[in-house]
């Protein structure tokens, strides 16, 4: 399974098909395209990569993609051929120049975008790539803060048993606790509107305090 997803594959059902390519207007645009690792979860067993191909002149995303493991020259090609066909933000098209990093599997493919007339730069920095990666960075560690403040099930359920009072009815938040508290440690002793009668009648005097108080 490994090997023939390595193999590079051209043609008749891929994306990559260099005769359906030709056929796209060229301009006179420089692209970057690359793959950046995704920071994995900790269930998660294998890293994750996102693929971009990124317009240098305008910074706008022209394709991307998700590959599970190291990408291939074949998610290149797929990635590639998609910016092209199908490009998120523009017409179809095909540009004259592709800038990317130097992964050695990319090398096989480079044949193939010069029969399109397409021009391969090898470069250690795409600051186009970088800037879209990293927006992405931010967007998934909003998204994922966002997910941590919904309340959860339970927290929902216990909003509905105590709801807030409406204002003017003199009860706060602390005797309401208070209640609350009393009603679950002791509720055969503790009511919110009755009290016990030996809290209420009156005070008896021991027999010794009354000679006490005759002499």
């Known amino acids: 399974m490994a ?3 390595h193999e590079l594959k051209l043609g008749k059902g891929a994306a990559f098909v260099k005769s359906r ?3 796209l207007r060229q301009e006179d645009e420089t692209w970057e395209a690359d793959f950046r690792a995704l920071p994995k979860p900790m269930m998660q067993s294998e890293t994750h990569y996102l693929g971009m191909v990124v317009s240098k002149r305008s910074g706008s995303i022209l ?11 074949n998610d290149l090609a797929t990635l590639l051929a998609h910016a092209m066909r199908r490009p998120l933000t523009e017409r179809a098209h095909r540009p004259k120049r592709i800038h990317v990093r130097g992964h050695p599997q990319w090398r096989e493919l480079f044949p193939h975008l010069d029969e399109l007339g397409i021009k391969v730069s ?17 967007q998934m560690r909003e998204a994922r803060r966002a997910k941590m403040v919904r309340p959860t099930a ?22 309401r606790l208070a209640t609350r508290r009393c009603s679950a440690s002791s509720p055969e002793r503790w009511t919110t509107a009755v009290w016990s009668s030996r809290m209420t009648g009156p005070i008896r005097w021991p027999r010794r305090w009354r000679r006490l108080r005759r002499d």
């Open 3 to 5: 090997k023939e997803r």
């Open 21 to 23: 390519l030709k056929r």
């Open 63 to 73: 394709a991307d993609t998700q590959v599970e493991g190291r990408p291939s020259a």
């Open 122 to 138: 090898v470069r250690q920095e795409l600051p186009k790539v970088k800037e879209a990666y990293e927006d992405h960075l931010r």
């Open 154 to 175: 339970e927290q929902a359920a216990v909003e509905k048993l105590f709801p807030p009072l409406p204002s003017g009815s003199g009860a706060t938040a602390t005797s």
